[in-house]
């Protein structure tokens, strides 16, 4: 969304570097099957953007070379990509750890009653986007009904064995705000999710966590639209922290788009703000694969090159920190 760009461009976020890359996340398309008020991507059922079978080709021998541990997959809703299930069985067959960013309605959609013991058969970790326990508050910000179906979707999850003691598939929930506010202390808030979701519909879970809304796309466009937004970019720099600097998810994976072009992180790929390793203005994962002073780089980590950055940094580093994994 570059019209947002002169909004976000001059920052005084200080400069940080790659440290060793283990995770490669993709954005598989921007199809979803849900609106949601706070996303990122824009995604919704109208979208047309889905990764062809030759970009996941090269994905799996990006993996191969880079000796990749963790494969984060998003979206939109990933799932909806034709080529989701051929991408998560070579994940797995290189021994590699697949995590699936469900946002658990999609288990109830028809034409994919296939979908939960898939991902439980390849033992695919979820992190399930759940915004609140109650579900007024959940509807108002993804729709009427997402409540009940997402509960429904964590049911059937639980009853093959997701996010229960002793366990090894593990099924995390992802919470954020419903508007121009910091997600409150993560440990916290998990107790009582775990307390109101075990009371009221028998649900478990491993974890909670929680992400601060970023200024950007669908969110940010609302945030222009009511005149908050500069008053949003003060709350996250007033709150910044340095200390969650070197704990920022862009420093330990590299971001690829539905057309396989590389990005520091998800939101920068959202802003068309390509990842500058080794001084290239637009790399595409081909020429990480192919070509040989990049390859090399790629083999060694990428440890130490630069990250972009721009005012919407601060969103990660604001109060308790945000990342994919939650709070810092």
């Known amino acids: 969304m570059r019209d947002m760009l002169p909004l976000l461009e001059k920052t005084n976020f200080p400069?940080?570097?790659?440290?060793?890359?283990?995770?490669?996340?993709?954005?598989?398309g921007y199809l979803c099957n849900q609106t949601c008020f706070h996303c990122h991507?824009?995604?919704g059922p109208n979208r047309k953007e889905l990764m062809s079978e030759s970009t996941i080709q090269e994905l799996i021998s990006l993996m191969e070379v880079a000796k990749i541990k963790t494969l984060d997959l998003t979206g939109g809703a990933p799932e909806m990509n034709p080529h989701f299930k051929m991408l998560v069985?070579?994940?797995r067959a290189l021994d590699v750890h697949v995590i699936d960013r469900c946002n658990l309605t999609i288990l109830e959609e028809d034409g994919y009653a296939w979908l939960a013991e898939f991902l439980a058969e390849q033992q695919v970790e979820v992190a399930a986007s759940l915004p609140c326990y109650l579900a007024d508050n959940v509807d108002a910000q993804r729709g009427d009904g997402v409540f009940q179906s997402s509960i429904s979707g964590i049911q059937r999850l639980n009853a093959l064995g997701y996010g229960l003691e002793g366990s090894d598939l593990k099924l995390n929930l992802v919470f954020n705000p419903q508007g121009t506010s910091l997600p409150p202390a993560q440990e916290a808030l998990e107790?009582?999710?775990k307390k109101e979701l075990l009371a009221r519909y028998h649900i478990h879970f491993n974890h909670l966590f929680t992400i601060t809304n970023q200024p950007i796309q669908r969110f940010g466009s609302t945030l222009v639209s009511k005149g908050q937004f500069e008053g949003y970019m003060q709350l996250l720099k007033d709150n910044f922290l340095a200390d969650n600097v070197a704990g920022v998810m862009c420093r330990t994976l590299i971001s690829v788009d539905w057309l396989g072009y590389v990005y520091d992180c998800d939101f920068n790929q959202m802003l068309d703000l390509p990842a500058?390793?080794?001084?290239?203005k637009k790399l595409h994962i081909t020429q990480l694969i192919t070509q040989a002073n990049l390859k090399q780089t790629l083999q060694e980590g990428l440890e130490g090159q630069p990250i972009t950055i721009m005012d919407h940094c601060y969103a990660c580093t604001a109060g308790q920190g945000s990342s994919c994994g939650g709070a810092l």
């Open 15 to 28: 400069a940080i570097r790659r440290a060793k890359m283990h995770t490669l996340q993709v954005n598989l």
């Open 41 to 43: 991507v824009n995604a």
């Open 89 to 91: 069985k070579a994940a």
């Open 191 to 193: 107790a009582d999710y």
């Open 276 to 280: 500058p390793i080794q001084g290239e």
